[in-house]
C-alpha cells in the first residue's frame, strides 16, 4: 500500500478535533536534526485522547512505525530526535 501525504491525510481527516493514529510510517531527518514525519500508510481517527493513546499503546507493541497525533498537528509532524544506548528515540516538539 502506498503512503499517504499529511496533504492527504488531511483531506481525509478534516476535523479539527480528531486524534489519529498514523502506523508504517515515513519520515526523513530535516538538518535542524529533527525528524519530520512525512506520511503513513495506514491512518485511523479518534474522537478523544484516551481513544488515540490506547490504540496506539496496542498496536505499537504489534507494529512498525507508529504514532499519534493530536489534533494541532494537522499541516506537518516534527519531533526533536533522542537517543538512548539502545536505540533512537523521537520526542514531539
Known amino acids: 500500500m502506498k503512503s499517504k501525504s499529511f496533504k492527504e491525510i488531511k483531506e481525509q481527516y478534516p476535523n479539527d478535533d480528531d486524534y489519529l493514529v498514523l502506523v508504517d510510517c515515513e519520515g526523513r531527518e530535516l ?5 519530520e514525519v512525512v506520511g ?3 491512518v485511523q481517527a479518534y474522537k478523544t485522547a484516551k ?5 496506539y499503546k496496542d498496536l505499537s507493541k504489534r507494529l512498525p512505525n ?4 493530536p489534533p494541532q ?3 506537518s509532524f516534527k ?12 520526542q514531539i516538539r
Open 31 to 35: 538538518d535542524t536534526g529533527e525528524y
Open 40 to 42: 503513513a500508510k495506514h
Open 51 to 55: 481513544e488515540m493513546y490506547d490504540a
Open 66 to 69: 507508529v504514532y499519534f497525533l
Open 73 to 75: 498537528y494537522k499541516s
Open 79 to 90: 519531533m526533536e530526535q533522542r537517543y538512548s544506548m539502545r536505540i533512537g528515540k523521537h
